[in-house]
């Protein structure tokens, strides 16, 4: 567990609270909305899924993963703070528990996934990316699968905390394909892992780290990274103090250029 690549992360002299909000729309000519998000109430967890374009049952895995990982979340954050207040929880391992627990909670959203094909054929290939964060104390555990994003701006500077799990992505990261390339490669929206084809030699990434007053967090699906730029979604996140304002504002941005994807985005600012 470490601060996050590039940024320095001062002792924290008083706790922070958290502002969070999220916004969701229809992309253009599609039947129905197949991404979902999740905000609690006191700005201590969130969750964005995005069900597989093309698969005939990818709205209902979106809002089973959803649906699980958000009560999952909503008892692992009542635990962690239980965790954190007593005398023997270190720092060290109450990341590393929290860690554990949200690898569980998405293995758990895979096995309500797999388990709901068996209700109807229409559905028997059905799978959803997704993202899920809990904030405890001064650190943001993290997991993820698919190719929705998780991003923190700390100070103007942006940097990614999620990786893609898609076929172009790991062709650039084998330096097979340049990251130009990737952009317009056919197989820049094929993914290799998500809830729903879950393995256990290649799970979903888990990791934790340190943020701190002043940050902004943003998760957001494909339908708004492949549109907005990181710098744009910092910019958006420096100049807009409410968390709801900047999520509407990112989503428009990427329907101005030319989105007509599903579209969901959850920000979440750190007082």
Known sequence: MSSV????????????????????????????????????????FFVVTDGISGSPGGQVASRIACD????????????????????????????EQICIELLAAMRAANDAITSGRQFSWRNCEMGTTAIAAVIVDEYLCLASIGD?????????VIQRLTSDHTMTAGLVDAGLLSTEEAVTHQYRNVLYKYLGAWSEDDP?????VRIQSGDCLVLATDGLTDYVTEEEISAACEHIGDSRQVARELVDHALKNGSSDDITCVVAHVL
Not at 5 to 22: H, I, N, Q
Not at 24 to 34: D, K, L, P, T
Not at 150 to 155: G, S
């Open 68 to 95: 699980v990982l958000d009560e999952e979340l909503g008892q692992l954050s009542c635990n962690a703070e239980s965790f954190a207040d007593s005398d023997s929880g270190c720092v060290a391992n109450q990341n």
């Open 204 to 208: 979903a990434d888990v990791e934790s």
């Open 148 to 156: 929705s994003r998780a991003c923190l701006i700390r100070d103007g």
């Open 5 to 44: 690549s590039g940024f320095t992360t001062p002792e924290l002299t008083r706790p922070f609270s958290v502002r969070a909000s999220g916004v969701s729309v229809r992309g253009i000519g599609r039947e129905q909305n197949e991404d979902c998000f999740a905000v609690d109430s006191s700005g201590r």
